[in-house]
DNA sequence: ATGACTCCCAAAGGGAGA
């Protein structure tokens, strides 16, 4: 097998890893990617489904939890070195939402943005509160000398760009502007956005809902974010969105979000 | 628009998603 030139590193919303497996294994075997962080596994820890993911030729850590969130990252040929599974910051946070590794040299944290609605209340309290949080928390990577990503479902409409009907999302708590300020704070740190960054003005999505056929008409959200460091940034090379994933029987809600890096 | 659609658990219908 030749040494490809660049590491592709991919995020991935599957809505439930075992109810997706072979739309998941599909994807995997399509793009190839070298680093992938995947949300909502919806499964216990016991139910991972370890084997099936080896045989595709990834190692994998995971942080599993019953019925809702989880979410893991996946290595090509290795197995990715944790250094964290929970954001700092709450002590009693018992939701599976963080896991952070280093995989082919780069510094990976995979994480699942609390969704917040309804909003106003106790949820879109929280939802501030872990972004907060995780303000926090990426101020301990952004300026490392090594390369690091904060990547996932970060349930963030950045800007009405990101969303097909903005008027129709107002009172969404994904579209709120406290949230929007939040996500702009965080990449005032240093962090890159890499899709909009190579896309510019251009409209993409990566979620579209179940409802009204939606993903057919591409009316979508772009939520699912890969945010780079400095170190990081300089080597990015190319972004894309799998929407064909989406339109394959029995997807997920969201489509996966990859990048391209010179190794 | 208390909608729709799909997962989970569990064994029906409710919680959660976004």
Not at 190 to 193: L, M, Q, S
């Given at each position: 097998m030749t040494r490809r030139r660049t590491l592709t590193i991919a995020t991935f919303n599957v809505n439930g890893i075992n109810a997706r497996l072979s739309n998941l294994l599909a994807w995997l075997d399509y793009l190839k990617p070298d680093v992938v962080a995947l949300q909502e596994?919806?499964?216990?820890d016991a139910a991972f489904p370890r084997e099936a993911i080896e045989r595709q030729g990834y190692g994998a850590i995971w942080k599993g939890q019953r019925a809702w969130n989880g979410v893991a990252l996946l290595a090509r040929d290795a197995v990715p070195v944790e250094s964290r599974r929970v954001l700092p910051g709450d002590a009693s946070d018992r939701q599976s939402r963080y896991i952070e590794a280093a995989a082919h040299g780069i510094v990976i944290g995979g994480l699942y943005l609390p969704?917040?609605?309804?909003?106003?209340g106790p949820k879109f309290d929280d939802k501030l509160k872990w972004m907060a949080r995780l303000h926090r928390h990426a101020r301990t990577l952004v300026d490392l000398p090594h390369p690091a990503a904060l990547i996932g479902?970060?349930?963030?409409?950045?800007?009405?760009?990101?969303?097909?009907d903005p008027a129709a999302w107002k009172k969404d708590a994904l579209n709120q502007p406290e949230v929007r300020a939040s996500y702009a704070r965080l990449l005032e740190q240093?962090?890159?956005?890499a899709l909009r960054s190579v896309f510019g003005s251009e409209q993409v999505f990566t979620f579209w809902d179940y409802f009204r056929q939606h993903a057919e008409r591409d009316r979508g959200l772009r939520i699912d974010h890969l945010l780079l460091n400095p170190a990081l940034a300089t080597r990015l090379v190319e972004v894309g969105v799998d929407r064909w994933v989406r339109l394959e029987p029995g997807a997920s809600d969201h489509a996966p979000v990859w990048m391209k890096i010179q190794r």
């Open positions: 596994l919806k499964c216990e969704n917040g609605n309804p909003q106003p479902d970060f349930n963030v409409i950045p800007s009405d760009l990101d969303v097909y240093g962090w890159t956005d």
